[in-house]
């Protein structure tokens, strides 16, 4: 039972580039999240999916695309890359996103924009 | 919208006792979650709050007042290893809205 894998682990990327990371879980959990966390800003969520083939837009959406085509995965895109992307990414899941449930977390991955 | 406020930092000694405090303001409250961060690693559940009072798990406990919009979370036995940053969450609908953490330092 691997829980929450994320994929890469670190990446660079020039201004523009585009770029999917990817969040798998195998925990069969109904409900997704990404949060990017930058220095001193805690962890803010990008996007979420309460379920395969939905998708929710959370307190920093902007320049992020979120697919959920399998129940297991939760993608992340960047189009255009920004250097005010660069973050750490974490990717977490949960039972059923009720209120008492634990969220569990991915390892994150580091993103670097220049 | 929602605001979250926590100490920054928090200095302590190995054995002490620590109370990391937090006040909330947001919409839709359904409860108070604490986690923990390691330097360099993935944020771990510690404890949820829906109700008034307090929680106790092991050398932890967590404390909830929603009259006051305030939580905290005290460390028993400070170890070492609990040095780390500590955040507070409100749980809204289906998602968390998290503070910007408190770094616990255990100094020998």
């Known amino acids: 039972n691997a829980g929450v894998t994320q994929t890469p682990k670190f990446r660079v990327l020039k201004t523009g580039q585009s770029m999917t990371l990817l969040c798998a879980q195998d925990?069969?959990?109904?409900?997704m999240y990404w949060y990017r966390q930058d220095p001193g800003m805690g962890l803010r969520l990008i996007h979420y999916?309460?379920?395969?083939?939905?998708?929710a837009k959370g307190e920093v959406p902007d320049g992020y695309n979120v697919s959920r085509l399998k129940k297991q995965n939760f993608l992340l895109g960047l189009e255009s890359a920004a250097p005010s992307q660069t973050s750490v990414y974490f990717c977490?899941?949960?039972?059923?996103?009720?209120?008492?449930?634990?969220?569990?977390f991915g390892p994150g991955t580091r993103l670097l924009v220049l | 919208g929602q605001s979250l406020e926590q100490p920054s930092e928090v200095t302590a000694v190995e054995g002490a006792i620590v109370q990391i405090n937090c006040t909330y303001q947001?919409?839709?409250?359904?409860?108070l979650s604490w986690y923990q961060q390691h330097d360099g690693g993935a944020p771990t559940f510690l404890s949820y709050?829906?109700?008034?009072g307090l929680e106790e798990t092991g050398r932890f406990s967590s404390f909830l007042s929603r009259s006051d919009s305030y939580g905290y979370l005290l460390l028993q036995e400070l170890q070492m290893k609990d040095s780390a940053s500590y955040f507070c969450a409100v749980q809204r609908y289906s998602t968390l809205t998290f503070g910007k953490g408190t770094m616990l330092l255990v100094s020998p």
């Open positions: 999916s309460v379920g395969e083939g939905t998708t």
């Open positions: 709050n829906a109700l008034d």
């Open positions: 947001t919409s839709g409250f359904y409860g």
């Open positions: 977490a899941s949960s039972l059923g996103g009720l209120a008492e449930e634990t969220q569990y």
């Open positions: 925990m069969n959990h109904e409900y």
